[in-house]
């Protein structure tokens, strides 16, 4: 299911940042070994009494050249569109201001639950400052300090408690959930239409045009899918044209939900850093993933056109080096119908479940062709070996010292893995253990 999220609001030199970092912890820095994997700030993921949700820091928020109200207040109606729960942050020391009173009209006007916290209370003493902010109207102020983290856990309980109910699924589904995720203006709504046969979601060539996420079901050859067109930039004035992060951040959303994502490049204009950190999260999330590089049919080609094309992907994708690449053009329907069958292949690829003997045989004829490298004259033994988890598949390497199992070994055994057992189109987890631990 989709996590919640929260964004937290509030004006310059609250300490909207600070708490932000002490929401997310360490949680917010990933850590990959190959190039392309790039990260904003902006977005983190928290936890909080095995609650899981996404922490949105409108503090990065770039509004460009407006006036700081007019930041304020743009900042404000983004947190209301994007977030389950608003954290409105309000300085104890500093007291009310104006600017404070403005975002909390907007933010009683949208009928989002709002907590507000007043931050830099940094003693019991100085308690007695929140009681101007009840004037705001946004029910019980609560005192913290993100420098020190008092009274964050009070917040976050108070936070907790506003999130949605989750929506149960009524019944499990074999349809296959995929999503199409790119940024603005690159051809996903027209994708869609195309697949599906018929115009379900408005196609426009203003970047933006679709402002939420759309599922769609249906069956091809015996097979259930659901489709989700991802929004692109909801168009609310000069806002949203200037906050072209945010396409992420409903990307993120229909990540979630899929088992399969289908990264949409424009094949006219080329990959930008956009692609990349669209695609990134995407890969951290562990979805079965596919590049589909679309208005093929307007790019000028000579015979090695679409070679170079795929050579400067797996440069700049190289994190997904496992997932195939169609060129197709939405518009004129060519290779729209080899779609979905890779979607097809890479789910139950997503899905595999290797059996334990074979694994083992696997792992064991690897280390015999190349050991494990050592250590100061210790070499890493490789006991045995379990898949833990599917979607994506888990292993896991039972060892004498798991701090001897280098990456660059981690690497050469997925790449045994895909020779021997395919995993076309899913990321693949390995992860060591100590020899009788849990």
């Given at each position: 299911m989709s996590k919640p999220t929260v964004a937290i609001v509030g004006r310059p030199n609250v300490g909207k940042s600070t708490v932000f970092n002490r929401i997310v912890g360490g949680r917010t820095a990933i850590v990959e070994d190959?190039?392309?994997v790039t990260r904003d700030r902006l977005y983190g993921n928290g936890e909080w009494l095995n609650h899981e949700f996404h922490v949105i820091d409108t503090g990065g928020i770039e509004i460009g050249d407006e006036p700081l109200l007019g930041q304020m207040r743009a900042q404000a109606e983004i947190a209301v569109d994007e977030s389950d729960v608003i954290v409105f942050l309000v300085d104890g020391r500093t007291g009310m201001t104006d600017a404070d009173e403005q975002v909390a009209q907007i933010l009683r006007r949208s009928g989002k639950p709002v907590v507000v916290g007043v931050n830099k209370l940094d003693n019991y003493a100085q308690r007695n400052l929140v009681y101007e902010f009840y004037t705001l109207g946004l029910g019980d102020p609560l005192p913290l300090s993100g420098a020190h983290g008092m009274g964050?856990?009070?917040l976050l309980d108070a936070v907790i408690e506003r999130f949605p109910e989750a929506a149960e699924r009524s019944e499990q589904s074999d349809a296959i959930r995929f999503a199409l995720i790119g940024r603005p203006n690159v051809g996903k709504s027209s994708l869609t239409n195309a697949i599906l046969g018929k115009e379900r979601v408005i196609v426009s060539d203003i970047a933006g045009t679709t402002r939420d996420a759309i599922d769609s079901e249906f069956s091809r050859d015996g097979q259930d899918f659901?489709?989700?067109d991802t929004a692109g930039i909801r168009r609310r004035g000069r806002?949203?044209?200037k906050t072209e992060k945010y396409?992420?951040?409903?990307?993120?959303?229909?990540?979630e939900e899929s088992d399969v994502v289908v990264l949409v490049i424009d094949g006219e204009e080329g990959i930008i850093e956009q692609d990349k950190k669209i695609a990134g999260y995407a890969h951290d999330a562990g979805r079965g993933m596919i590049i589909a590089v679309n208005k093929w049919d307007a790019v000028a080609k000579d015979d090695k056109t679409q070679d170079r094309f795929r050579k400067k992907i797996r440069d700049e994708f190289q994190f997904l080096s496992y997932a195939?690449?169609?060129f197709l053009s939405a518009l004129t329907g060519?290779?729209?119908?080899q779609l979905l069958p890779v979607i097809r292949q890479?789910?139950?690829n997503h899905s595999l479940r290797i059996q334990t003997s074979i694994l083992n045989d696997c792992v064991m004829d690897t280390v015999a062709m190349t050991p494990p490298p050592s250590d100061k004259g210790k070499r890493l033994k490789i006991y045995y070996t379990a898949q833990v988890a599917v979607r994506p598949p888990v292993f896991v390497l039972f060892v004498n010292d798991p701090d001897l199992l280098h990456f660059s070994y981690v690497r050469h055994l997925e790449n045994r893995f895909r020779e021997t057992f395919g995993f076309v189109g899913t990321p693949i987890r390995i992860l060591s253990r100590k020899k009788n631990e849990k």
């Open positions: 190959k190039p392309g964050l856990g009070d659901i489709i989700v806002v949203y044209e396409s992420v951040l409903r990307a993120q959303h229909a990540i195939p690449i169609i060519k290779r729209v119908p890479v789910a139950e």
